[in-house]
């Protein structure tokens, strides 16, 4: 008996997924999320009712120099634990075919490439609408996207706790001139804010904007332009800004972002991401449809080690 369309699709997909799960072209037409892979980024767990981060805020308030040797100390509740709580996004994918391509293909091998390709495009395109939806300039239907986590005033309320009020919750920011005159001078400032300390094990892993923002700095890097036997090689293959890579991508603006991998994450669901859902026959139509589906969350865990510079 031939194979149908439907069992093709549940035969190739696993096939195309497992391909595209490669470290090599799992994201690879996407920068940011593909750097986000490689450097531990993308979290896989599994989801409850909201995805809680829990958070050790502050000093122990009771911590103090001793005036005498038998001086009092506090024996009040320790109270240094916190949780950002946010809630889950979800994504979904239709891939939908008619009849009419099962009489357009007729063997196997022809039925067997179109399912291919549109499993193939279906996964790119989950994948590209995750990395525009990051870099937007509001949140899509709950997904946060990174300038609700590190907005331009340091503040906002973000998983449940107000920087206004709790300064620990305040990210770093700062603003260069448009001419870019001094934007290196500013990111080391916010840079310097973010890491806290000469040394610190939380820098800055990585920094992200668009491609305005990228070729504005990388300009100022003119003087380090090197020569190589007669050619001069006037521009560099991939950024770094003192020990951490700066990528850009399309779908990013003005907004300089430099976040820790242990502070930004895209929290994904270990059951439910890239899910595909079973094959159905359309309901008073001559076609086929099954969704690809995932849930997820982008969340900071430390927003006082994240910062932004962006356009004045």
Known sequence: MALTIGQIAAVSYPEVLNEMRKATNQWVENSLMEEMESQGMVVRRSFGETLDETLDYRRNPAAVFLTTSLQTTSLAATEVLTAASYGIA????????????????????????????????????????????????????????????????????????????????????????????????????VWNDSAKGSGSKLLPTLLFSGPDAHALFESTQVPFQRYATQEIRAAAKKLWFKSAPYIFSQYGDDHIFMVNRKNLKLLVSKEYFRDKGETQEIDDANGFTFKIYSALQLVVTNKSRCGVVYEA
């Not at 490439?113 to 549109?118: A, C, E, P, R, T």
């Open 90 to 189: 979800e994504l979904s994918v239709p891939v939908t075919w008619s009849k009419k391509s099962e009489v357009q293909n007729p063997t196997k091998n022809q039925k067997v490439s179109l399912v291919k390709s549109l499993l193939q495009n279906g996964i790119d395109s989950h994948d590209d609408l995750i990395e525009e939806a990051m870099l937007a300039s509001s949140d899509t239907n709950g997904f946060h996207c990174a300038l609700t986590l590190i907005p331009e005033s340091g503040q906002g309320t973000v998983g449940g706790i107000a920087a206004s009020t709790e300064t620990f919750w305040r990210s770093q920011t700062d603003a260069y001139a448009a001419d870019g005159s001094d934007i290196e001078s500013i990111m080391t400032s």
